[in-house]
């Protein structure tokens, strides 16, 4: 469930046009062998190792316990969200340089990162990476590039706000507000999120604040999909211990 919200990430960046015209390739990227997958495989937005950060520690204990069916969502999750924000990025470069398909390829990638984040070992923190910290901080690697998401949004909009009332080199003010309107976006697609798909699942709106239940309890990180899998240390049970 946290891993579809990062549509909203890539919603608040391209708006709902863009998201709209690249939905029917991200559905066609589901396929195996299908263009529009070996596209995103060619440019390094899926990999056939795709949620490897999530192995080690105690997830195979969980994945042997015959939990594929919930592997198989996140996965199709993952691949729909990546897939999205790759072709509405190809799309948006390809509306202001038409016959660039490189430059395109490489935009939509690069926006697929930065809605979707890197979890490779080059992008954790090495405190993250052993293997007793997997059991202790699963996903805080989202929380940690979800923190900097948000941060360079909200900085990019400040700035362009401040640069509306402050004359340039050229004596003119900069009536831009492409940033603004991201943070708008941002906003109401989580308000959206949470009104629907939160109120179905019991999730609070201070989740979309990363770090928010580790900060506030005051006690050991436990992260959400921690806390689905192994119980949130406060008498519910996860979902390892129910089927075990």
Do not use: C
């Amino acid at each position: 469930i946290r891993n579809s919200q990062q549509m909203v990430n890539v919603y608040a960046e391209v708006g709902a046009t863009g998201v709209m015209e690249a939905a029917p390739r991200a559905l066609a990227a589901l396929k195996q062998n299908s263009p529009m997958r070996e596209m995103l495989y060619r440019n390094g937005v899926l990999s056939n190792r795709q949620g490897s950060y999530l192995q080690g520690g105690a997830m195979p204990k969980f994945k042997d316990k015959g939990t594929k069916a919930l592997w198989g969502m996140f996965n199709t999750t993952e691949t729909l969200n990546r897939a999205t924000a790759f072709f509405a990025g190809y799309d948006k470069h390809l509306k202001k340089f038409p016959k660039d398909i490189a430059g395109a390829e490489k935009a939509g990638a690069e926006l697929a990162q930065k809605t979707n984040f890197k979890f490779s070992a080059i992008d954790i923190p090495i405190a993250m990476q052993g293997d007793m910290a997997k059991n202790f901080l699963q996903m805080q690697t989202y929380n940690v590039q979800q923190s900097q998401f948000i941060f360079n949004m909200f900085k990019d909009a400040g700035i362009e706000f401040k640069n509306l009332f402050t004359k340039n080199k050229d004596g003119k003010f900069e009536m831009k507000f492409e940033a603004q309107a991201k943070v708008a976006r941002f906003i109401g697609g989580n308000a959206v999120f949470f009104g629907t798909v939160g109120a179905a699942t019991g999730m609070d709106w201070k989740e979309a604040i990363p770090f928010y239940d580790n900060v506030s309890d005051g006690e050991m990180p436990r992260s959400p999909i921690y806390q689905i899998l192994f119980g949130n240390g406060k008498g519910q049970a996860g979902m390892v211990e129910t089927i075990g």
